[in-house]
Protein backbone atom coordinates (compact mmCIF):
# COMPACT_ATOMS: atom_id res chain seq x y z
CA UNK A 1 0.00 0.00 0.00
CA UNK A 2 2.95 2.55 -1.24
CA UNK A 3 0.40 5.20 -1.93
CA UNK A 4 -1.42 4.88 1.58
CA UNK A 5 2.11 5.40 3.53
CA UNK A 6 3.49 8.62 5.07
CA UNK A 7 6.64 10.18 4.04
CA UNK A 8 9.69 9.95 6.93
CA UNK A 9 9.34 13.70 7.34
CA UNK A 10 5.51 13.23 8.26
CA UNK A 11 6.35 11.34 11.62
CA UNK A 12 5.07 13.67 14.38
CA UNK A 13 1.92 14.54 12.69
CA UNK A 14 1.49 11.15 12.57
CA UNK A 15 1.97 10.79 16.27
CA UNK A 16 -0.24 13.10 17.20
CA UNK A 17 -2.88 11.13 14.78
CA UNK A 18 -2.21 7.96 16.45
CA UNK A 19 -2.15 8.97 19.98
CA UNK A 20 -5.63 11.03 19.28
CA UNK A 21 -6.86 7.60 17.58
CA UNK A 22 -5.76 5.32 20.63
CA UNK A 23 -6.78 7.39 23.37
CA UNK A 24 -10.71 7.87 21.77
CA UNK A 25 -9.62 12.05 21.35
CA UNK A 26 -10.50 11.64 17.07
CA UNK A 27 -12.29 15.32 15.99
CA UNK A 28 -14.43 14.72 13.03
CA UNK A 29 -12.79 17.44 10.81
CA UNK A 30 -9.39 18.29 10.44
CA UNK A 31 -7.68 20.43 7.99
CA UNK A 32 -4.30 19.61 6.55
CA UNK A 33 -2.66 22.94 5.47
CA UNK A 34 0.82 23.96 4.80
CA UNK A 35 3.19 24.68 1.67
CA UNK A 36 2.09 22.25 -2.05
CA UNK A 37 4.40 19.53 -2.65
CA UNK A 38 4.66 17.98 0.47
CA UNK A 39 2.45 15.05 0.75
CA UNK A 40 -0.69 16.39 2.76
CA UNK A 41 -2.77 14.63 0.35
CA UNK A 42 -0.93 11.19 0.65
CA UNK A 43 -0.83 11.63 4.33
CA UNK A 44 -4.68 11.76 4.08
CA UNK A 45 -4.62 9.12 2.31
CA UNK A 46 -2.52 6.79 4.64
CA UNK A 47 -4.84 8.37 8.02
CA UNK A 48 -8.04 7.07 6.18
CA UNK A 49 -6.54 3.70 6.07
CA UNK A 50 -5.50 4.11 9.19
CA UNK A 51 -8.68 5.25 10.27
CA UNK A 52 -10.68 2.19 8.49
CA UNK A 53 -8.29 -0.41 8.58
CA UNK A 54 -9.46 -3.65 11.06
CA UNK A 55 -5.68 -4.37 12.26
CA UNK A 56 -4.08 -0.89 12.32
CA UNK A 57 -0.92 -0.50 13.77
CA UNK A 58 1.38 2.35 14.50
CA UNK A 59 2.92 2.94 11.50
CA UNK A 60 -0.32 2.32 9.79
CA UNK A 61 -2.88 0.31 8.14
CA UNK A 62 -2.12 -3.35 7.87
CA UNK A 63 -2.25 -3.63 4.48
CA UNK A 64 -4.25 -7.22 4.04
CA UNK A 65 -7.04 -6.96 5.89
CA UNK A 66 -10.91 -6.80 3.91
CA UNK A 67 -11.49 -2.41 4.62
CA UNK A 68 -7.74 -2.58 3.20
CA UNK A 69 -8.30 -4.52 0.29
CA UNK A 70 -11.66 -2.21 -0.66
CA UNK A 71 -9.75 0.59 -0.28
CA UNK A 72 -6.55 -0.67 -2.65
CA UNK A 73 -9.38 -1.75 -5.19
CA UNK A 74 -10.94 1.80 -4.91
CA UNK A 75 -14.04 0.27 -3.79
CA UNK A 76 -14.49 0.59 -0.07
CA UNK A 77 -17.74 1.71 0.36
CA UNK A 78 -17.34 3.89 3.28
CA UNK A 79 -14.35 5.86 2.45
CA UNK A 80 -14.78 8.87 -0.58
CA UNK A 81 -12.26 11.19 -1.96
CA UNK A 82 -13.74 14.26 -3.47
CA UNK A 83 -11.62 16.59 -5.56
CA UNK A 84 -12.64 18.66 -8.51
CA UNK A 85 -13.48 16.93 -12.38
CA UNK A 86 -10.16 19.12 -13.42
CA UNK A 87 -7.39 20.27 -11.81
CA UNK A 88 -7.56 24.08 -10.92
CA UNK A 89 -11.32 24.06 -11.14
CA UNK A 90 -13.77 24.14 -8.52
CA UNK A 91 -15.20 20.99 -6.99
CA UNK A 92 -19.19 20.77 -7.86
CA UNK A 93 -21.74 21.70 -5.40
CA UNK A 94 -23.86 18.44 -6.27
CA UNK A 95 -20.55 16.94 -5.27
CA UNK A 96 -20.75 18.69 -1.64
CA UNK A 97 -24.57 17.84 -1.36
CA UNK A 98 -23.80 14.11 -1.70
CA UNK A 99 -21.66 13.83 1.10
CA UNK A 100 -24.42 15.35 3.48
CA UNK A 101 -26.21 12.08 2.54
CA UNK A 102 -22.68 9.80 2.52
CA UNK A 103 -22.03 11.32 6.30
CA UNK A 104 -25.06 10.33 7.54
CA UNK A 105 -25.38 6.91 6.15
CA UNK A 106 -24.45 3.71 8.60
CA UNK A 107 -21.46 2.79 7.34
CA UNK A 108 -21.70 -0.24 5.56
CA UNK A 109 -18.56 -2.23 6.95
CA UNK A 110 -19.75 -1.59 10.34
CA UNK A 111 -16.96 1.23 11.39
CA UNK A 112 -16.11 4.80 10.19
CA UNK A 113 -16.57 7.04 7.26
CA UNK A 114 -13.82 8.89 6.04
CA UNK A 115 -14.18 11.77 3.55
CA UNK A 116 -11.33 13.79 1.88
CA UNK A 117 -11.66 17.24 0.38
CA UNK A 118 -8.34 18.00 -1.73
CA UNK A 119 -7.62 20.86 -2.21
CA UNK A 120 -10.42 22.06 -0.28
CA UNK A 121 -9.98 25.78 -1.19
CA UNK A 122 -11.85 25.13 -4.56
CA UNK A 123 -15.07 25.76 -3.96
CA UNK A 124 -17.32 28.52 -4.87
CA UNK A 125 -19.40 30.24 -1.89
CA UNK A 126 -22.38 28.04 -2.32
CA UNK A 127 -20.54 24.59 -2.15
CA UNK A 128 -18.35 26.08 0.79
CA UNK A 129 -21.82 26.62 2.62
CA UNK A 130 -23.16 23.54 1.74
CA UNK A 131 -19.80 21.70 3.09
CA UNK A 132 -20.37 24.15 6.01
CA UNK A 133 -23.86 22.13 7.02
CA UNK A 134 -22.10 19.37 6.86
CA UNK A 135 -19.44 20.15 9.13
CA UNK A 136 -22.12 21.72 11.66
CA UNK A 137 -23.94 18.14 11.60
CA UNK A 138 -21.78 15.08 10.97
CA UNK A 139 -22.99 12.04 11.08
CA UNK A 140 -21.53 9.69 14.04
CA UNK A 141 -18.29 7.98 13.32
CA UNK A 142 -17.96 10.34 10.21
CA UNK A 143 -14.56 11.50 9.66
CA UNK A 144 -13.61 14.72 7.28
CA UNK A 145 -10.16 15.14 5.90
CA UNK A 146 -9.55 18.24 4.57
CA UNK A 147 -6.62 19.68 2.38
CA UNK A 148 -5.35 22.24 1.79
CA UNK A 149 -2.11 24.95 0.59
CA UNK A 150 -4.13 28.21 0.45
CA UNK A 151 -5.99 27.56 3.93
CA UNK A 152 -6.72 31.44 3.67
CA UNK A 153 -8.92 31.13 1.13
CA UNK A 154 -11.24 28.97 2.78
CA UNK A 155 -14.47 30.43 4.77
CA UNK A 156 -13.28 31.18 8.41
CA UNK A 157 -16.42 29.20 9.44
CA UNK A 158 -14.80 26.03 7.85
CA UNK A 159 -11.35 26.62 9.30
CA UNK A 160 -12.89 27.34 12.67
CA UNK A 161 -14.79 23.68 12.54
CA UNK A 162 -11.32 21.62 11.69
CA UNK A 163 -8.62 20.56 14.43
CA UNK A 164 -5.55 22.08 12.35
CA UNK A 165 -2.95 19.57 11.43
CA UNK A 166 0.08 22.05 9.96
CA UNK A 167 2.56 20.55 7.31
CA UNK A 168 5.90 22.49 6.88
CA UNK A 169 8.50 21.40 4.15
CA UNK A 170 11.05 18.72 5.17
CA UNK A 171 14.75 19.57 6.64
CA UNK A 172 16.87 19.74 3.76
CA UNK A 173 18.80 16.68 4.53
CA UNK A 174 15.35 14.27 4.84
CA UNK A 175 14.40 15.89 1.63
CA UNK A 176 17.11 15.66 -0.35
CA UNK A 177 17.98 11.90 0.83
CA UNK A 178 14.10 10.88 -0.02
CA UNK A 179 15.06 12.57 -3.68
CA UNK A 180 17.55 10.79 -4.63
CA UNK A 181 15.68 7.40 -3.70
CA UNK A 182 12.96 8.57 -5.90
CA UNK A 183 15.05 9.38 -8.69
CA UNK A 184 17.16 7.88 -11.67
CA UNK A 185 19.76 10.63 -11.80
CA UNK A 186 20.49 11.98 -8.68
CA UNK A 187 22.44 14.55 -10.14
CA UNK A 188 19.92 17.47 -9.94
CA UNK A 189 18.36 16.66 -6.55
CA UNK A 190 20.01 19.76 -5.07
CA UNK A 191 18.64 22.15 -7.86
CA UNK A 192 15.42 20.74 -7.85
CA UNK A 193 15.12 21.31 -4.42
CA UNK A 194 16.67 24.62 -4.78
CA UNK A 195 13.99 25.51 -7.67
CA UNK A 196 11.09 24.30 -5.42
CA UNK A 197 11.85 25.64 -2.14
CA UNK A 198 12.75 22.37 -0.42
CA UNK A 199 9.33 20.30 -1.12
CA UNK A 200 10.41 17.13 -2.10
CA UNK A 201 6.87 15.91 -3.78
CA UNK A 202 6.98 19.44 -6.13
CA UNK A 203 10.67 18.64 -7.17
CA UNK A 204 9.85 14.87 -7.80
CA UNK A 205 7.15 16.51 -10.65
CA UNK A 206 10.10 19.07 -11.91
CA UNK A 207 12.10 15.90 -12.42
CA UNK A 208 9.08 13.28 -13.79
CA UNK A 209 7.56 16.03 -16.55
CA UNK A 210 11.22 17.71 -17.76
CA UNK A 211 10.64 20.72 -16.26
CA UNK A 212 13.98 21.69 -15.71
CA UNK A 213 14.35 21.25 -19.19
CA UNK A 214 11.48 23.81 -20.12
CA UNK A 215 12.61 26.34 -17.29
CA UNK A 216 15.81 26.52 -19.40
CA UNK A 217 13.73 26.83 -22.89
CA UNK A 218 11.73 29.88 -20.79
CA UNK A 219 14.82 31.35 -20.00
CA UNK A 220 16.54 30.89 -23.77
CA UNK A 221 12.93 32.46 -24.89
CA UNK A 222 13.68 35.59 -22.61
CA UNK A 223 17.38 35.88 -23.84
CA UNK A 224 16.19 36.26 -27.66
CA UNK A 225 13.57 38.72 -26.64
CA UNK A 226 16.30 40.63 -24.82
CA UNK A 227 18.48 40.56 -27.72
CA UNK A 228 15.57 41.01 -30.53
CA UNK A 229 15.33 37.89 -31.80
CA UNK A 230 11.88 37.08 -31.35
CA UNK A 231 9.20 39.71 -30.65
CA UNK A 232 7.02 39.31 -27.15
CA UNK A 233 3.71 38.45 -29.47
CA UNK A 234 5.91 35.47 -30.64
CA UNK A 235 7.32 34.26 -28.04
CA UNK A 236 3.67 34.23 -26.00
CA UNK A 237 2.28 32.19 -29.14
CA UNK A 238 4.48 29.09 -27.76
CA UNK A 239 4.16 29.70 -24.24
CA UNK A 240 0.29 30.68 -24.21
CA UNK A 241 -1.00 27.26 -24.02
CA UNK A 242 1.73 26.20 -20.84
CA UNK A 243 1.08 26.11 -17.21
CA UNK A 244 0.92 29.58 -17.09
CA UNK A 245 1.03 29.79 -13.29
CA UNK A 246 3.96 28.18 -13.43
CA UNK A 247 6.02 29.87 -16.24
CA UNK A 248 5.50 33.49 -14.18
CA UNK A 249 6.25 31.57 -10.61
CA UNK A 250 9.42 30.91 -12.43
CA UNK A 251 10.00 34.88 -13.67
CA UNK A 252 9.21 36.35 -10.28
CA UNK A 253 11.76 33.66 -8.94
CA UNK A 254 14.74 35.03 -11.54
CA UNK A 255 13.08 38.90 -10.50
CA UNK A 256 13.44 38.01 -7.44
CA UNK A 257 17.49 36.74 -7.27
CA UNK A 258 18.11 39.79 -9.37
CA UNK A 259 16.91 41.89 -6.78
CA UNK A 260 19.46 40.37 -4.24
CA UNK A 261 22.22 40.99 -6.88
CA UNK A 262 21.54 44.60 -6.92
CA UNK A 263 21.67 44.81 -3.93
CA UNK A 264 24.89 43.46 -3.77
CA UNK A 265 24.03 39.52 -2.39
CA UNK A 266 26.59 36.93 -2.96
CA UNK A 267 25.61 34.55 -6.12
CA UNK A 268 25.84 31.93 -3.63
CA UNK A 269 22.75 32.85 -2.28
CA UNK A 270 20.72 32.48 -5.22
CA UNK A 271 18.64 29.95 -6.09
CA UNK A 272 18.69 30.22 -10.02
CA UNK A 273 22.47 30.19 -9.89
CA UNK A 274 22.18 28.28 -13.39
CA UNK A 275 21.15 31.36 -14.80
CA UNK A 276 23.81 33.92 -13.32
CA UNK A 277 24.63 35.74 -16.33
CA UNK A 278 20.67 36.63 -17.66
CA UNK A 279 20.57 37.85 -13.63
CA UNK A 280 23.58 40.08 -13.37
CA UNK A 281 22.41 41.49 -16.76
CA UNK A 282 18.51 42.06 -15.20
CA UNK A 283 20.16 43.72 -11.94
CA UNK A 284 22.84 46.08 -14.16
CA UNK A 285 19.34 47.27 -16.10
CA UNK A 286 17.23 47.96 -13.90
CA UNK A 287 17.13 49.30 -9.97
CA UNK A 288 15.72 46.76 -6.84
CA UNK A 289 13.07 49.32 -6.24
CA UNK A 290 11.67 48.57 -10.65
CA UNK A 291 12.70 45.22 -10.18
CA UNK A 292 9.94 44.50 -6.84
CA UNK A 293 7.38 46.54 -9.03
CA UNK A 294 7.42 44.22 -11.70
CA UNK A 295 7.72 41.33 -9.39
CA UNK A 296 4.50 42.12 -7.72
CA UNK A 297 2.67 42.76 -11.18
CA UNK A 298 3.20 39.45 -12.15
CA UNK A 299 2.29 38.35 -8.58
CA UNK A 300 -1.16 40.00 -9.18
CA UNK A 301 -1.31 38.22 -12.61
CA UNK A 302 -0.49 34.76 -11.07
CA UNK A 303 -3.24 35.26 -8.66
CA UNK A 304 -5.81 35.77 -11.06
CA UNK A 305 -5.17 32.96 -12.39
CA UNK A 306 -5.06 30.89 -9.55
CA UNK A 307 -8.56 32.36 -8.42
CA UNK A 308 -9.87 31.11 -12.03
CA UNK A 309 -9.54 34.26 -13.75
CA UNK A 310 -10.88 34.34 -16.82
CA UNK A 311 -7.37 35.88 -18.44
CA UNK A 312 -6.98 35.53 -22.36
CA UNK A 313 -3.36 33.18 -22.45
CA UNK A 314 -1.98 34.78 -25.32
CA UNK A 315 -3.20 38.50 -24.23
CA UNK A 316 -1.70 37.63 -20.77
CA UNK A 317 1.88 36.54 -22.04
CA UNK A 318 2.18 39.33 -24.71
CA UNK A 319 1.72 41.43 -21.53
CA UNK A 320 3.89 39.38 -19.45
CA UNK A 321 6.91 39.40 -22.52
CA UNK A 322 6.40 43.38 -23.52
CA UNK A 323 7.11 44.38 -19.56
CA UNK A 324 10.06 41.71 -19.73
CA UNK A 325 11.33 43.97 -22.66
CA UNK A 326 10.83 46.83 -21.13
CA UNK A 327 13.81 46.04 -18.52
CA UNK A 328 16.22 46.22 -20.67
CA UNK A 329 15.54 49.06 -22.89
ZN1 LIG B 1 -6.06 -3.41 7.27
Known amino acids: MKDWRIF ?3 NTQWQQMVHCQQTGNLAHAYLLRGVPGTGKLQ ?23 KECELLKAGTHPDFTLVEPDDPGRPIRIDRIR ?5 AHKTAQQGGRRVIIL ?44 CQQLNFATPNRADAEQWLASQLEDSSRVVQLLDL ?18 KRATLADGLKGLFKGKVTPVELAKTWQSEDLVLTISWIMGWLDDAVKLSLNGSPSD ?15 KCDARTLLQERDWLMSQRQSLLEGGNLNPQMLMEGVFCRCLDWVL
Request: proline share 6%; aromatic share 6%; hydrophobic share 40%.
Open 8 to 10: PWQ
Open 43 to 65: FAKALSAYLLCMNPQTTGACGHC
Open 98 to 102: KLNEF
Open 118 to 161: NPAEAMNVNAANALLKCLEEPGDDTVFLLVSARSGDMLPTIRSR
Open 196 to 213: TANAPLEAKRFADQGLLE
Open 270 to 284: LRNRDQLKMLEYLAR
